[in-house]
């Protein structure tokens, strides 16, 4: 059993809900503790003060109803895995930067792709993308589709020199999951001899990491297309799909945070943002 607990965040929406439900199932899966999250975003104003504590305010009503949301995700988590270790923690602050901070030290962060009223003046779905970019472990953006099994995760592969981090992810899910691992490279080159070298390129990859993981199936393919469409479409028939988050000197390279936009956004099931190790 790992010590590093899976941390889910909430925010009483039904697809927040599907997210606890998923983020219990692999805890399982794992051998992990459950951590469950929830922010509240209360602006100075509305802080009461310390001498009233009879006046029902919309700062308490807010905390009130982070502490219902936490209760209903627990009551939901353990219906999933009654023997599941679980824990809830009340968050303050901007939700997209708590929750994404809340994954630090875990072994991986699940959110939902959509919020709710809850994760007060936020774009919608703005929290998993910000936590699909910056937090410090992997993080994964459920999507409604996350029912069957389809006994295969994808990654991503932009370059074969700094994809580490992800295949390690992906080779581990698939482990676990007894499940054929799928590495794709997808650009909207034409070029025959450009396949060709990516293919070899991916072939040698893919050949250290198959002696690392014997049981594991795993297959290659080069594909014409947008990445981000490529892999959106992919995440319809995969338990996972797993992308590799790059930064340098603390920035996110723009390329790869661009197709990370793209899958979150569009895809049909759970997506994984894994962080390089030189992140």
Request: glycine share 8%.
């Amino acid at each position: 059993m790992t010590t590093k607990p899976i941390v889910v965040g909430t925010d009483g929406s039904a697809e927040a809900l599907r997210a606890v439900e998923w983020a219990a199932r692999e805890a399982v899966r794992h051998g992990a503790p459950l951590r469950i999250v929830s922010a509240a975003e209360i602006l100075p104003r509305m802080t009461m003060p310390p001498q009233v504590v009879d006046i029902e305010t919309v700062a308490g009503r807010i905390r009130e109803n982070r502490g219902l949301t936490l209760a209903t995700a627990a009551s939901t988590a353990a219906a999933m895995a009654p023997d599941l270790t679980i824990g809830t923690d009340p968050l303050d602050g901007p939700p997209a930067e708590v929750v994404t901070h809340s994954g630090s030290g875990a072994l991986m962060l699940v959110v939902g792709s959509r919020g709710s009223s809850a994760f007060a003046a936020m774009t919608l779905g703005s929290v998993s993308r910000y936590a699909a970019l910056h937090a410090s472990c992997p993080v994964v953006v459920v999507r409604e589709e996350t029912i069957a099994a389809h006994r295969q995760v994808v990654v991503g592969i932009r370059d074969p020199e700094d994809c580490d981090a992800a295949l390690a992810f992906a080779f581990e899910e698939a482990q676990l999951r007894n499940a054929h691992l799928l590495a794709v490279h997808a650009w909207q080159s034409q070029h025959s001899h450009a396949d060709a070298q990516a293919a070899r390129e991916l072939d040698d990859l893919l050949s250290g990491w198959r002696d690392k993981y014997p049981d594991v199936d795993a297959s290659r393919d080069i594909v014409h297309g947008h990445p981000g469409r490529v892999l959106a479409d992919l995440s319809a028939r995969a338990d996972l799909v797993v992308l590799g988050r790059h930064s340098t000197n603390g920035r996110l390279v723009p390329g790869p945070a661009r197709v990370i936009h793209a899958v979150v956004s569009h895809a049909h099931g759970p997506i994984v943002t894994v962080p390089s190790r030189s992140t």
